[in-house]
């Protein structure tokens, strides 16, 4: 029956749905990157200047801060004749789409656009805007690279995730339920994971029999290590996801033994979505360079010795409000290789900047560092934080604040606090002018010094 299912929502279910009634061109987008991906890298490189050189012509003619920027420069986009030409255009900072927002919408589409914030990963939460048709063309590369890892369209899915802040309303939350049971999919709340309530994620899997099993690194970690630890079997999926953070060789192999079935790394951010994925032979991510161009810019981040440099992105499809050579401020390791897979898309080796640290409580709760830019970027009036633990039972959290904080920003997040560390962790706020940088010119979102768990 669930087999029917998913064969029924991906050739008949979501095409009537997003074809023929929302008449939006996501599956014919599908169907060309599914082909465009076995080209040869020189075709797939002459296919990635080709909508480059489009998009900068178009970004001189209808974006005013692209077009005061190279005008000050003293160049055009017909100056631009090779990827070395366009790696010296200054670089898009997340600081520049806040202070140039409006500046960087496209004159003639400034009201279609659909906008995200971005969860604040560095310290400070981005807001930015996307054509519709860019959002249907990175959901097409998004199903492209999670069909590499085995989880095609309507693939029965648990997915370990992070659930937002506040309380949803009742409606907002049968729309979701809705929308995930239609896509054969269930959300459970990874920053409610305790070290007492491991048995019922483990229920969940057994419950559900998801054929993908997928969420952020770190809680799934922990659930692996209490698989092994406890001898506890649960239903095996037939492949695990790794997002929102790095899965390192060691963490997989622990991973693949405690669930029995192969693991995938992935690399994405809200701007752009999935930007590199990891396909069968797992050489590497592939790097989705039909619908991106990815950079390893030496930038005063990247780190002077080895080959890590900083990921820079320009979205090739998203006309509406374009980031052209936008600093996403995560590190990487490119790969010389080509994969054995056949396909011609290039390779990075590892995503070296996704890790945050984790928070851990005396009655045995730990709390992913990613739950934190959930918090912050909800909660007004906070400009910059940083979660520093240096003692079991003990939260310093240093806020700079904004104009808009006051004593209702406050009690939101003790509140919030509350509900996923308990009462057995005493929290200090401490309002400062500024957050220290790392020697690498970046904030240090979650500082813990206690040694880890897993």
Known sequence: MRQWYETAFRHVLFPAYESVLRHRSTLSWLESYESDQWLSPSEIADIQWWRLK?????????????????????????????????????????????????????????????????????????????????????????????????????????????????????????????????FSRRVVNSFHMTEANMAQYADF???????????????????????????????????????????????????????????????????????????????????????LVVELAKTADAPRDGESGEVV????????????????????????????????????????GRVLDAIHTPDGRVLPGMFFPFLFKETKGVTRYQVVQNQLDRLDLNIVRGPAFDEDSLAFIRHELHKVLGDSVQLACHFVDDIPLTRSGKTRLTISDLKPTV
């Open 313 to 352: 992105v320009t979205d090739l499809s998203n006309y509406g409000m374009p980031l052209i050579r936008y600093a996403t401020t995560d590190l990487a390791t490119p790969s010389h290789q080509t994969c054995s897979c056949g396909r011609g898309l290039p390779l990075i080796k590892q995503v070296d």
């Open 205 to 291: 899997i057994d419950a559900y029999q998801p054929r993908v099993l997928l969420g952020y690194t770190g809680p799934l970690i922990r659930l692996a290590q209490w698989l092994r630890d406890t001898g506890r079997q649960v239903h095996r999926p037939a492949t695990f996801i790794s997002c929102g953070e790095a899965m390192h060789e060691f963490q997989r192999e622990l991973i693949e033994s405690a669930f029995g079935c192969p693991a995938f790394n992935t690399y994405g951010c809200r701007e752009f979505m999935l930007i590199a994925a990891e396909c069968e032979q797992h050489e590497g991510l592939h790097i989705n360079s039909d619908h």
């Open 54 to 182: 489009l998009l900068l012509e178009f970004a001189y003619r209808e974006v005013p801060y692209y077009r005061k920027q190279w005008r000050a420069l003293g160049m055009t986009p017909g100056d631009i004749t090779s990827m070395d030409d366009f790696s010296a255009l200054p670089l898009l900072t997340k600081a520049d789409v806040r202070a140039n927002f409006d500046d960087l919408k496209a004159t003639s589409m400034k009201d279609e656009l659909l906008y995200k914030t971005t969860g604040g990963s560095t310290g400070e939460p981005t807001r930015f805007g996307y054509s519709r048709e860019s959002n249907n063309r990175r959901h097409a590369v998004m199903w492209r690279g999670y069909k590499w890892a085995g989880a095609p369209l309507g693939a029965r899915s648990l997915m370990l995730w992070g659930a937002g802040v506040g309380t949803p309303s009742v409606k907002q939350r049968v729309k979701d339920h809705v929308y995930h049971a239609v």
